[in-house]
Structures are given as structure tokens and as C-alpha cells.
């Protein structure tokens, strides 16, 4: 068996803003494995500032991966524990080597273009007028799920946004969830939490900054609107510290991007405890290409959830790759009739 990493960037056709400034870019590697017959194909999307493997040494990780292919699967998974997105890459390698077609990681009936996946249209962060914007173009597009990013405009400018919304549509014809990337300071969270329920909000994601597990687990207890832990998750891969983490915060819901947390068998761990202690949970992507969100979507369908995921990002590139993935209603589908085009 054999392996080569192509490098590629991502170009966002509208820079887009998030809690960590304006993205233009965002840098990629596709891991292919070949046995001499088929080629598996996986996505390492390593997020910078906010993957625990974003460090000096992750290219040179790549090309020892490459180079130690035939370890396998499972010892590969174990000597690069501390590299989740590399994890994710090489699963989805692995599994792409296995099937007849290489873009069908977990086949079912959403790959055969008879099941679609609920998701929830994303808003990104920017001036009052061009939220507005995007949450019209959300709604008239079909999407019964919305989440704003928040925490980056004034909070009453925020208020102002919510408010318009539920005016217009109610928690029963458009659900809301916000997302604040740890923005909240402790000694305010609580009030404004108090302030955002009143707009029959599902949930917000990680209200505070991560590692303040004691403010978080009060949080949590305290909040009349449901709190998802997001960035919480990410570096933490020992299961006992997993369980703990999710004993002590006990949130109402966790989510889980398979390239920030490890792949799909860290992914069902999580999924595991989280069931145990009676927590729910969602699978969101991270901004890779239809590489990676292909495989996350069919990951995701084979859960059988029956919340809104967060997939819809494979529009936000001009140089995607052209894929099955199509968005349609609020709903991700893969339909047959579309080919991959993806050739580097």
C-alpha cells in the first residue's frame, strides 16, 4: 500500500466572518492510499487557531503518515491521537478503499439518493444589514433551522436581529440556534442567556471560553435556554476525560465535527456518553471541502438523528469541487445524477 498528501486551498467566494476574524482561505490536505488496484480518497482539514493539531510539525506528520501507511488503520489511529483532523483523513481513506465507489464512505440510502439530512442554514458574522440578509435568503430558500453566529456586533444590535426574526416567524415555522464562540464573559453569561431565551431559542453553542468547567456546569444548571458544548470538545480524546468533562459540565447537548474531535469511532464514543448521562447531540462539519463533508454527511445519516446537522457548508468556495452534495429545502441531498469532478 502506498500514500501521497495534496495540499489545496480553499477560497471563500465571500470572505466570511467568524469569532476568529474574516476567513479569505482555508488551507486543506487529501490523503490517497492506493493498494495496487483501488485509490482511497480522505480529507485532513486541519483548522488553524482552532484544531488542536494546528502546530509546526502537522506537514511533516502528514508525510510520515504517507510514509507508515502500511501500519494500517488502527495502529496509524493510535500513534495520531494527538492529530484528529489526520484521523478523520485517513478513516475516510480507509473506508473509500473498501467500497466499489470511492465517494460512498457509508452506503445507504441517502448515497442512493433516496433519504436527505435536515440541516440548519448558517449565518455569518458581519453588519446588522447583511445578517438580515442572509437570515431572508435562509428562509425563502426553505430552511426550517437557522443558526446566527454571534457575539462578534453589539449585543443589542444581536437583540434587534432575534427580535426581527420571531416577529416575522415563530418557533414552530423557523427553529433558531445561536452560536457565541465563547464571546460571553462569565459574570455577564447568565443575564444575557436569560435575555436570549426569550426568543424561544433551541440552543446556544459554548456561551463562555473553554476550560472553565465550573462556570459552565453553573451555566448549565442555571440557563433557562439549553447550552451545546462545541469547542469544549476539541483535545480531549482519553475516555475517562471525556466522561468526566461531560459529568461535571452535564450540558444539554454536545456537538461533534469529526476533523476537530478525531473521526468517526471518536465521534461514536462521544455519542456513547453523551446517551449515557442523557445528553443530545448533533454532527456539524468544519469547513472542509465536499471531500470531507461528503463523508460526514454519510456518517451523519447513518446515525439516524433526527435533528437538524450542520452540513451546509459546501457552497461557501469557488473552488470546490463539483459533487452529489446539493442543498435543497433545508435539506442535504446526494443525487445520483450529479458526478464528482475531483481532479488534482
Request: aromatic share 10%; proline share 3%; charged share 25%.
Amino acid at each position: 500500500m502506498t500514500a501521497e498528501v495534496i495540499p489545496y486551498s480553499l477560497i471563500f467566494k465571500t470572505p466570511s466572518g467568524t469569532s476568529r476574524g474574516i476567513l479569505k482561505h482555508k488551507d486543506t490536505w487529501f490523503i490517497k492510499i492506493f493498494d495496487g488496484i483501488k485509490t482511497g480518497i480522505g480529507e485532513c482539514g486541519m483548522f488553524r487557531e482552532l484544531s488542536v493539531d494546528d502546530r509546526p510539525d502537522y506537514e511533516n506528520k502528514l508525510k510520515w503518515t504517507c510514509e507508515n501507511i502500511n501500519l494500517g488503520l488502527e495502529e496509524l489511529r493510535n500513534k495520531l491521537a494527538d492529530f484528529p483532523s489526520l484521523v478523520f483523513g485517513l478513516e475516510t481513506a480507509f473506508k473509500s478503499l473498501q467500497n466499489t465507489n470511492m465517494f460512498e464512505i457509508f452506503p445507504s440510502a441517502f448515497t442512493e439518493g433516496k433519504a436527505s439530512i435536515p440541516i440548519n442554514g448558517l449565518v455569518w458574522m458581519g453588519e446588522k444589514q447583511f445578517m438580515k440578509q442572509q437570515i431572508i435568503q435562509k428562509i425563502e430558500t426553505g430552511f426550517k433551522c437557522i443558526k446566527l453566529k454571534i457575539g462578534a456586533l453589539d449585543f443589542e444590535e444581536e437583540v434587534q436581529l432575534l427580535k426581527y426574526i420571531r416577529k416575522e416567524f415563530t418557533q414552530k415555522e423557523i427553529e433558531l440556534r445561536v452560536d457565541a464562540n465563547g464571546a460571553f464573559k462569565g459574570e455577564e453569561a447568565l443575564e444575557k442567556l436569560k435575555i436570549l431565551s426569550t426568543f424561544d431559542i433551541h440552543s446556544i453553542e459554548q456561551p463562555i471560553k473553554v476550560g472553565q468547567l465550573e462556570e459552565m456546569a453553573n451555566l448549565c444548571e442555571k440557563s433557562p435556554l439549553a447550552i451545546a458544548l462545541d469547542e469544549e470538545l476539541i483535545g480531549v480524546f482519553e475516555t475517562n476525560e471525556m466522561e468526566e468533562l461531560l459529568a461535571i459540565i452535564l450540558p444539554q447537548y454536545i456537538i461533534l465535527k469529526p476533523t476537530l474531535i478525531g473521526g468517526f469511532k471518536k465521534g461514536e464514543d462521544w455519542i456513547g456518553l453523551a446517551n449515557k448521562y442523557n445528553i443530545g447531540w448533533w454532527i456539524t462539519s468544519a469547513l472542509e471541502s465536499n471531500i470531507g463533508l461528503n463523508a460526514i454527511a454519510q456518517f451523519t445519516y447513518s446515525l439516524e438523528s433526527k435533528m437538524y446537522q450542520g452540513l451546509g457548508t459546501g457552497g461557501l468556495f469557488n473552488n470546490n469541487f463539483e459533487s452529489p452534495l446539493v442543498v435543497k429545502n433545508g435539506n442535504l441531498h446526494y443525487e445520483n445524477g450529479n458526478h464528482w469532478n475531483f481532479n488534482l
